[in-house]
């Protein structure tokens, strides 16, 4: 395992998406401290001027990109190539995936609106972005990075989320083994609870449903609803710092092979232990649970 208490002294460029703040935020601040180059994205002005106001030479803040804007993407990808090209840096390191959101809710009570959002931002988006971005990972011998929760569990309530991930981890998996002539791997850093402001939104996402949603619709689920609240409050109590998901992207990034995947964050083990039993075992379990 590589030493992360040193700066490490290079000339590889990385992309970060999702910087305004928790994983993304962390994860460029992390990768700047030791030694890369990194273009930290984001939607707003007002997040890239809060980058900015941080003073760290190597970190550029890249504002507009929104992922349900092709156009947005397709101008990040031409001002990171033009800056690489006027540094005289060989491509870019590592595209590391990082955005995200969604907000919970009963798949029967969901916006389908915001789902397609997600949806659009997530999946269509990181393509997009990988299509964009190929030619200068292949130049540099670089790699993708892929920041997602364990996708493959059908948590209750918060399908927008997980499905999203689902999608995109078949798309890592994929490119992981579409992009072995080139050698670039796709790594999934696989989150439990991290403490992020998306994170800690529960409580008040559910009280914005309730207000919402339909009553009669929303009382076949309120009970339930109230409960999960109460215990996510408790969950959130417990979530793991986004320096700890920083610190691992770091690690997959150094490591000259680096794994598949890597799990952080609480409960992220008991995650990939119900992952890894027969599909009808840890569905009976979920529902026992719920």
């Known amino acids: 395992m590589p030493v992360l208490n040193s700066p490490i002294a290079n ?9 305004s703040s928790g994983i993304g935020r962390q994860t460029a601040v992390t990768l700047s401290d030791h030694g890369f180059l990194v273009f930290a994205t984001v939607r707003k002005e007002a997040d890239a001027e809060s980058l900015h106001n941080l003073g760290i030479s190597n970190l550029i803040p ?9 156009g947005n993407i397709n101008e990040t990808s031409k001002f990171v190539s033009d800056e690489l090209g006027r540094r005289r840096m ?8 990082s ?3 969604g907000s919970p809710a009963p ?6 609106e915001e789902f397609r959002r997600e949806l659009h931002a ?5 393509v997009a972005m990988v299509q964009s971005f190929l030619p200068l990972i292949r130049i540099a011998g670089g790699r993708i990075v892929w920041i997602m929760t364990p996708a493959l569990i059908p948590m209750p309530y918060v399908a927008s989320i997980h499905a999203c991930d689902f999608a995109v981890g078949c798309v890592a998996r994929t490119l992981d083994i579409e992009l072995k002539p080139w050698g670039i791997p796709n790594v999934m850093i696989r989150c439990g609870g991290i403490k992020t402001p998306a994170g800690l939104r529960t409580t008040s996402d559910v009280e914005t449903l309730l207000r919402k949603a339909s009553p009669s619709r929303i009382s076949l689920y309120e009970d339930a609803l109230r409960i999960w609240e109460k215990e996510m409050g408790e969950f959130d109590k417990k979530r793991t710092e986004p320096e700890a998901v920083a610190k691992t992207v770091l690690r997959a990034l150094v490591a000259k092979r680096p794994r598949l995947k890597y799990s952080i964050g609480h409960m992220a083990n008991a995650a990939r232990f119900l992952e890894a039993m027969p599909q009808s075992v840890g569905d009976r379990i979920l529902k026992m649970r719920f």
């Not at 000339?11 to 910087?19: E, H, R, Y």
């Not at 890249?62 to 092709?70: W, Y």
């Not at 060989?90 to 995936?97: E, P, S, T, V, W």
């Not at 997530?122 to 990181?126: D, P, W």
């Open 90 to 97: 060989r491509g870019l390191y590592a595209l590391i995936n």
């Open 11 to 19: 000339d590889k460029a990385v992309l970060v998406t999702g910087c």
């Open 122 to 126: 997530r999946v269509l988006g990181s």
């Open 62 to 70: 890249v504002c507009p990109l929104d992922l349900t804007d092709f």
């Open 99 to 101: 955005a995200g959101g």
């Open 107 to 112: 798949i029967e009570l969901m916006d389908l």
